[in-house]
């Protein structure tokens, strides 16, 4: 706790700072230019790279995050509820309060 408040303003500030201008400056440029051909193929490649990163991210965090029968059954019945289109924020709250009530150490 070096400096307090102002600091912890400070660090998320300096954080946040640069992705919001970053994304807002590629927004602005993708309104003006998104009916470009280059363009429009630019973001039709990089969406099956976004995907693969998800799904390795998926991977990689499934060993740890899955680690018996009852997370299992959790991760299973997310994927049956996201495929009928609840909504991640329901399954969200549902897990955490099924965590609180059953899998409480």
Known sequence: QTAGFPGAAAGL?????????????????????GDHPRVAGALSAMR???VAMLA??????LPSSVGGWSTGALAV??????ALK??????????AVIGATFLAR
């Open 48 to 50: 099956p790279v976004v």
């Open 56 to 61: 390795w991210v998926a991977v990689e965090l």
């Open 13 to 33: 500030f300096g954080l946040l700072l640069p992705s919001t201008v970053f994304m807002l400056a590629f927004a602005g440029l993708l309104s003006r230019y």
């Open 77 to 82: 019945g997310a994927l049956v509820l996201l």
């Open 86 to 95: 609840v909504h991640p924020a329901w399954l969200i709250g549902g897990a």
